[in-house]
């Protein structure tokens, strides 16, 4: 009975969480970050999508933010992402052209790395 | 050794590696009405600095120059043929400099006056700014011209400036080795242009000023009338501003002030919100069609125009299912604004819009006579169907006792929505824990060639309406509180789910929050602020 107890939290826990990120075996030059933590662009100006790269102090919960303008967040993600470098993409189709900021934040809204861009 | 330091100080203070100038091209005799081109461009300070990525934003004075366009001419040198280049462009703000770095030192004011200085850009009707993004593979060429930027040189005549001083404004740059993530110093060479001995201005130009809550002021057109014909046409510029040249003194003209439909059709269906169904509920439930009634919620009696969208002279039940209507994608009326309907528009001089009298209904004065000593008038605008004021003007309050406005009743929410990849579909969640929410709507856009929207999961109570449409890549929803017995449960009452067509890693930009609306059991509009 406790078997299938723990089978079943596993399973429900499961089909509930965030998609966990995969590693990075190798990163693009244009995505390199020499320091520890922070966050990248591989363009600064964007046309349906750009890659980023995150890499982060710890596994675990991060938030990925995009601001306009007037610093008013458009646009949010939740990640799970692995320490080190979590390589993504930020697709701009959906939002009107403009410049906006990327933050990215851990769980406990500690900032980990900010950068800016331009669409097209 | 102090001495030495002494010494080495202003060298250290002022290291640069480059600088960035702008300055116009044109003979220095102007006049009102001319063209001017501003041209930017960099020149180099010191040596092996060869940045391949700039970012800059400069500022000008939309009261004084008019732009007409502007044209890149990076490209066109040999070396850069290959750069990328932006131009991004908002109206109605002004940089503020960080005061604890000179304003010409650029790269200190990205790095500490712009950069995550949620202040830096305070709201500013007289300015406007625009970002200049270049990159390219290879170090961007020095004394070549960046752009080209034209402007028309606009009358100061009906303005708060006395001449032509410090019309732009460099406001920082980010210069940068991108394969390095070298950052470089840069400083101004020219930083504020001034326009001297300006001539000409015509004595006679006349501004009409639009008043008006939306941001979209290029969106409204007038046309001016005299004795039944049109005299002069056009449209309001980015500064909410109508020039308006070949009037006479002392004679009476009409002026009829509506939104352009085809401009705004993005917006039009964004002007009666789920605050607008809950006031015009609680106006029906309290006083029925009489403002002089002792439970009014409408603050103003302008809201009884705005509110009637049924064209039955009265504001009442029937007009909250009208709009309740409208938020759930039926259109049961033709007589409010909506991208089926059209604006329905209602304008008069500004201290009278909204107050009736014996000649104005509701206030709308659209008749006005310049002088010799008059000639700036000020419109305000509203939308029917618009009675919380989001893209209307909200009346002067003159009355005694001083009628509370709508504006000073909302107050601020910080509210959770995020994006997530979960078992291969994007989830949108919504997160509140406000206890009062009586009506809450969003509207969200997102990318139709990526995602196929599946459902809104609605966990709000079991009393509430909860309705959800899809309009091209938009998606309405919400809830709202008809009989004003249950709120909005807290935690979780919104979940979009989302079919992605490709393959994707993340969602980040997929869903953009374009508009969120929300309303408390009391009638108290919330401002909702994402964090």
Known sequence: ?120 | MRKLLLVLLPFICLSQDLKLDHSYTNSPDFQVGDTITIKFNTIQVTENVNPNLYVFDYEYNNKLLQKIEHRWKVTDNESNTNAQVSLNHWDGYSFDPISDYEDKNLSDQYSYGWVGRSESYPTSNDWSVERITIQDGVGITYNNTLIEVDFKIKDKINTDYSDYSNITNLNWMRAEDNSTSTLYDVEAMQEKITLSDVEGGDAGSVTINLKTNNDKPTHYKYDILQSGSSVADGYFDANSQAIVSGLENDVEYTIDIKVDDELAADWLDDVATVTDVFLVFKEAIGAGSSPGGTTNTFTHSIQFLLGEVNNSGNVDFDDSYVLLSHIMNENISEWFTSSTNGSKNVWGEKNQYGYSTNDYYFGQKKVFTPTDDLKVFDFGHGLIGDVDFSHSFEPIVTETPKAQTVAGYAEDLDLDISTSLVDGKVEMIVNIEKEDLAGMQFIIQYDKSILEFEEVKFDTGNLLTNFVSERENKIYFGSISVENSENIKVGEPYKIIFNPKQNITNTAGLVYFKTTDAVTDQGKKIILKIK
Not at chain 1, 4 to 33: A, G, N, Q, W
Not at chain 1, 48 to 56: F, G, P, S, Y
Not at chain 1, 100 to 110: A, G, P, Q
């Open chain 1, 1 to 120: 009975m406790k078997k299938i107890l723990i089978l079943l939290i596993v399973f429900v826990s499961c089909t509930t969480d965030v998609s966990v990120l995969e590693p990075v075996k190798e990163v693009p030059e244009s995505l390199f970050i020499q320091q520890p933590v922070g966050l990248k662009l591989e363009s600064y100006i964007v046309e349906d999508k750009v890659r980023i790269n995150t890499k982060l102090p710890k596994d675990g919960e991060y938030r990925i933010k995009i601001l306009d303008f007037t610093n008013t967040i458009i646009s949010q993600e939740v990640i799970i992402g692995k320490e080190g470098d979590n390589i993504l993409n930020i697709y701009v189709n959906s939002l009107p052209t403009s410049s906006y900021t990327v933050e990215l934040y851990s769980k406990n809204n500690i900032f980990v790395g900010r950068q800016n861009f331009s669409m097209k």
